[in-house]
């Protein structure tokens, strides 16, 4: 099935319990408009809901995952009487929107790069729970080329990256192409371009191959945990294992090894 919502900047694609949202504004770089964020929160927050989805992809047409947020928009404001300080804060405030809306979706979602992804660009692949590139993929936080700080972008890179790896991007600009950022923690894997959608769909194929209950639970807590100081973790984990041991998903599946059959998962 194929949906097309506020065309251009998105199309979705749904097969075997994939959904593939694509940013389909090449023209422009898929940079994060109002409009393409729009679109991409809403189209995360249905794939939540949908019994159907078990991974999401995030993808790109045209040779940039996205270029960032939408500096033409952003410029055009300022001719207003505030100089755009209502378009920035309400620009800063969906982008937000968005990262936590990817964060907080039960579903996992991978990030497929194929081209240059900077700025708010860069910040959508670090925020995705996977990212597989291409051989050909760039990362960049350049704000500083331009006198503007990446600051919201700061934010996904130093939970993904070492603090100086992050530190480092951030302060000097300089693009790092996709072996480096397999090296820094942004990405998980790096294959040929002419193999990155078969690569990508292998591993959500994968994922999706398990328990959705299991996944939600897992997601949740992981990202949960990861603010927590380490006994309070420990503690919630542990909470969290022993509801995850009551669910019949994990009854099923503890029984299917020990029976050496393959489990039969009902998402309860």
Known sequence: MTVSLFEPPIRID??????RVTLADPGRRNALSLRMIAALTDAIAQSGVDDAVRVVILAAEGPAFSAGHDLKE???ARAMDDRGRAVFEETMRACADL???IVRCPKPVIAEVAGVATAAGCQLVATCDLAVAAETAKFATPGVHI???CSTPMVALTRNLARKHAM???LTGA???AAEAQRLGLVNRVVAAETLTAETETLARLIASKSPLTLKIGKEAFY????MGLAEAYDYAARVMVENMLTRDAEEGISAFVEKRHPTWEGR
């Open 74 to 76: 952003l410029t055009a």
């Open 175 to 177: 693009p790092v192409d």
């Open 168 to 170: 480092e991007m951030l």
């Open 99 to 101: 990262m936590l809306a």
């Open 224 to 227: 949960a945990q990861a603010e």
């Open 14 to 19: 749904d097969a075997d319990g994939l959904r």
């Open 147 to 149: 006198g503007l700080f």
